[in-house]
């Protein structure tokens, strides 16, 4: 691919450094915040919401990262009162 594209391996973004994509970013920050819209998230959920934040966070800005977290923290799972 030429420089000046958009370079992508296995869904992330390879041009100067690895980076998530913008637009997972913001799909995966909009199904978090529509399940913490939820009065309750079955717990089964919760290891894959928590596996996507981890994988993602991987590659994110520290401020992204710290975004998703608080996401991922406000959902209430069946288990939690």
Do not use: C
């Not at 296995?10 to 997972?24: A, D, I, P």
């Not at 913001?26 to 199904?31: C, G, P, Q, V, Y």
Request: aromatic residues 8%; glycine residues 4%; hydrophobic residues 35%.
């Amino acid at each position: 691919m030429p420089a000046h594209q958009r370079q992508y391996v296995t869904g992330l973004v390879v041009n100067e450094r690895t980076n998530y994509s913008r637009t997972q970013f913001d799909i995966l920050k909009a199904r978090l915040h529509r399940v913490g819209q939820q009065p309750q998230v079955d717990i089964s959920e919760r290891a894959r919401l928590t596996g996507e934040v981890q994988w993602a966070s991987q590659w994110l800005a520290p401020t992204r990262r710290a975004k998703l977290q608080r996401l991922l923290h406000a959902i209430r799972f069946s288990n939690e009162l």
